[in-house]
């Protein structure tokens, strides 16, 4: 064994103590169980994949942010050896971890197309690794939990996904949240009909992405350095911002020149499609947001859009997806239409905890502690605590050499366990046990043929409810 | 985006596509369920480690198994620029993958020693690497799950684990297992008593763990080869063979010397303890095994050991712990008593899969399909859907554009959604909806208003049991 090293954790990453773990699995209960109630299936990935799978898939800046690992025994030596191995720090290493849940999709689907039925609706609920600058609230390791619909251009799937994220939502009592649409061939057609070349849409929507954070001064200074006129300008922000009571409305009263631009018009049918879809489901209007602002950062969108903000904290978007035709097939070689959503697990306890919305919620703990009276009655104790399981009530027993009984009480206080059940020899020579409630001191002699009757009985009692 | 690249899995992992995630989450919520019947409690550790806290803990030879992360940015090219990368890989790396959950939990301990009570009970459910050489069955990526109470010597505590590992079995209906129980300080004993120098101990260890594979042959040769005697050898051959009914009797027909023997003498005293509290459990004698044979490779233990074979299929152990007194403290500065077992889960997956146990376990899919008979009723369908999600009945709405009704059904029968919701304009115009139960193919006319109450007592019907 080597001398005492001081314990620090991998910088960027978290232990989950019981209390915190209790939080977790309950918001994760709430989003697994939506994401069922909807037809999704579960799907698991490995956190390893071989690096050509991981990079060139997420753009350059984020490449560098995928973890490696480093080549294992002759591999490596051979690597070492290379006179490139001084140069290309990728001759070194042959897998990374997981960036996010949508490469391994994709390399899913291309692996095992043929088992899967179509439309596949699959979520998934693991940790991605990020070697991010170190910040608050930033981690380097955090939960993803992603929704997909794989396999149809159908816009009815678009309009599934907000519906899902709206009874996650709705289901953990996120209050001001707001879900904003808005359609990539919509903008695309904007962009054209203001007079900017077609190739410049990017460089329009990553400007018009950040409005809520530079204004629109900010974004035409941005536009103006990239050789984008105050003209085109104008245009943009007037259709943008021209005002509305109903999606509908805001779409039938767009210029008539904008309507007929083929991208454009393809993306008012759909959004008119979504947002009928959406009232069918019964989402209160108040609720949803048309939003030509939102350009959702990633390369890789192709049509619908939409992502979740909240008033309070500020955090920053808690759920973020869209429809992304060209990605899923990139292993397969062919197009395999899909859409889908990040539900922003790690950003929704943030919120849950800021906004104090989990209340009382704490690490399952046993609801019995049977204490030990003395070296003769362990066996009793244990006992107890076997029938006690095995009728499905979680029971400890005192596990240190028998102490005085304050002492065990403190055990169970601390561990946040309600009952301790005391069978000492008096209580048993008379065929009873006592069973204490520490929330109020009170206890009760029970006879010990119908103890677990009783427990059961006192545990129904004292629930909240 | 690059070029068609194959798609390929990192060597030795595996993807969990729905209907094995349904076994694999089936067998970890009986286990979890099990954990907290205890009262354990869940923690989770992060997936990377700072390299100093994995190596030196596991012996040389799995230090060579922790996958090593190259360092990033800056320390990176540092590190390759330096004279020592040619040699040493160490320099290269900062983190490793987790390479099992003792060593995090050791460092979870010295990190929130004040936050937490004890015995401190916790389970922990998450995957770990090792870079092992690949072979059938064995994989680099898997799930481990550990129980352990820390901070307490009592022997009550390495009885519960058995009692709990004993549970688990049972709840999984595991045929034929036994747990075999054995004591370090026992077998220390043995040795001394037989001749052997004390600081042979490890060797004798060592080889009796192999007498199942290589018979007393093998191993005779195996001490011969390291100059323990034959006199030592018989010896230690006749105390371990020696016949018995009961634990009991065995450790009490043990040759007086060897029962004076202080070692011995601790191990006897805590063996009887064990058999008697698992007794007191209720635990069948016959799913009890006290073995001198058992003696675990890893070299930390320091009480009891314990694990537990099955006849059938042939898979070695397929749960495995013990006491381990020195390791928890190893970077707290101080020891602390530990005990604990890991479940090996995949090997449990194996067996229930190869003996059948699963029966027709399927991943979560919807109950019930609502077709879309035409674009003019679509927005009925997403409200019926929307109403039976309200009342917790899975529901998927066919997202493709609609299409013949038997397509709509080949879908909802591949995707093992038992029954179909068809609201037509004909049966809508009468206030019904028709209901289509795949498994018979019958169908019943409801009312639409009564549709959500009687999709619920049709599926209540449906349950198998």
């Not at 049509?303 to 869209?322: A, M, N, R």
Request: with cysteine.
């Amino acid at each position: 064994m080597s001398p005492k090293i001081t314990a620090h954790r991998a910088p960027g990453t978290r232990d989950f103590l019981p209390d915190e773990m209790a939080l977790r699995e309950r918001v994760r209960r709430v989003i697994e169980g939506t994401f069922q109630l909807y037809g999704f299936q579960p799907l698991e990935t490995p956190a390893t994949e071989r690096l050509e799978i991981l990079t060139g898939k997420y753009g350059e800046e984020a490449d560098r942010l995928i973890f490696k690992i480093l080549k294992r025994g002759e591999e490596l030596s051979a690597a070492m050896a290379s006179p490139e191995s001084g140069k290309a720090s990728g001759e070194l290493a042959d897998l990374g971890l997981r960036y996010d849940l949508t490469v391994p999709l994709a390399r899913v689907i291309a692996m095992h197309r043929g088992e899967l039925t179509y439309p596949f609706k699959r979520y998934q609920i693991q940790p991605v690794w990020r070697a991010e600058r170190q910040q608050k609230g930033r981690y380097r390791e955090f939960v993803q939990c992603d929704a997909d619909i794989v396999g149809t251009s159908s816009v009815s799937a678009d309009a599934e996904i907000i519906a899902l994220t709206d009874d996650i939502l709705q289901r953990l009592a996120i209050p001001g949240y707001r879900i904003h649409i808005n359609h990539r061939m919509l903008l695309q057609g904007l962009v054209e009909y203001c007079g900017a070349p077609k190739d410049r849409f990017v460089d329009v929507a990553v400007a018009v992405d950040k409005l809520d954070k530079i204004g629109w001064d900010g974004v035409s200074e941005e536009l103006m350095r990239k050789n984008i006129g105050s003209g085109i300008m104008d245009k943009i922000r007037t259709t943008i911002d021209h005002s509305y009571s109903t999606p509908q409305e805001f779409l039938d009263g767009l210029d008539a020149d904008l309507q007929a631009q083929p991208s454009a018009k393809r993306g008012i049918e759909e959004l008119n499609q979504i947002f009928k879809d959406l009232k069918a489901c019964g989402i209160s209007q108040s609720r949803l947001s048309l939003t030509l602002r939102l350009a959702r950062g990633l390369d890789y969108y192709t049509g619908p859009i939409f992502e979740t903000l909240i008033e309070e904290p500020k955090i920053g978007s808690i759920t973020g997806g869209g429809r992304y035709d060209n990605l899923i097939g990139v292993f397969s070689g062919e197009t395999i239409p899909a859409t889908g959503t990040t539900i922003g697990i790690e950003r929704i306890f943030d919120v849950m905890r800021e906004l104090n919305l989990f209340g009382e919620v704490t690490a399952p703990s046993a609801q019995v502690l049977v204490a030990v009276f003395s070296e003769e009655t362990r066996a009793e104790s244990l006992k107890i605590a076997a029938e006690l399981r095995r009728a499905g009530i979680s029971a400890e027993v005192y596990l240190e050499p028998p102490k005085k009984l304050a002492k065990q009480f403190a055990y169970a206080d601390k561990k946040r366990i309600p009952f301790v059940v005391i069978a000492g020899p008096d209580e048993l020579s008379r065929g009873e046990v006592t069973v204490k409630r520490l929330s109020s001191g009170g206890q009760i002699h029970v006879s010990r043929d119908h103890l677990v009757e009783q427990i059961g009985k006192e545990i129904e009692n004292g629930r909240p409810d």
